[in-house]
């Protein structure tokens, strides 16, 4: 995996912005906002409706993340109950994953995890990033995407919506709200 250090970007923001602290005390700062942020993160308006919906039919459902192990604990801690509904979590972090999005990998690990198996065109992504978008188009699965609203550059996808909310399940062969 190509990484690149939190020191060497707090660095490289540091100069280009000439804020006048050292790298160290904007490193500290940030990384305390990230997690004061990620601490709120709330669920996408429909998101719970959705997951509760395909749960009680039985649909199997993970969560396959850009995020590391560590942050994904903080942006979930509030939503433990809706995170039991899923098999299963695969996060950037995981051993499995060897390139993150936009790269497929994390969705063809996600795929391999479920108890059968299924055909990647019968896998259905719901993707609020580009690089996600594209990962789930390069693993040849179907994409919903629903795009932070500030969001110019939006990737083709099978679909985008606005919200969950407009989600139709049906559309895409599962139960009707």
Known sequence: KAVVSTQSTGELIRNELGVPITTEELVTESMENLKDLFMKCDTKPGAERLIRHLAAHDIPMCIATGSSSADFALKT????????????????????????????????????????????????????????VKAALAADMKCVMVPDPRLVDIPPAHLVLKSLEEFRPEEFGLPPF
Request: hydrophobic share 30%.
């Open 77 to 132: 801690h509030s939503h433990q109950e809706l995170i039991s509904l899923m098999q299963f979590t695969v996060r950037s972090d995981d051993p499995e994953v060897i390139h993150g999005k936009p790269d497929p990998d994390i969705f063809l690990v996600a795929r391999k995890r479920f108890k059968t198996t299924p055909s990647c065109s019968n896998c259905l992504v719901l993707e609020d990033a580009p690089n996600g």
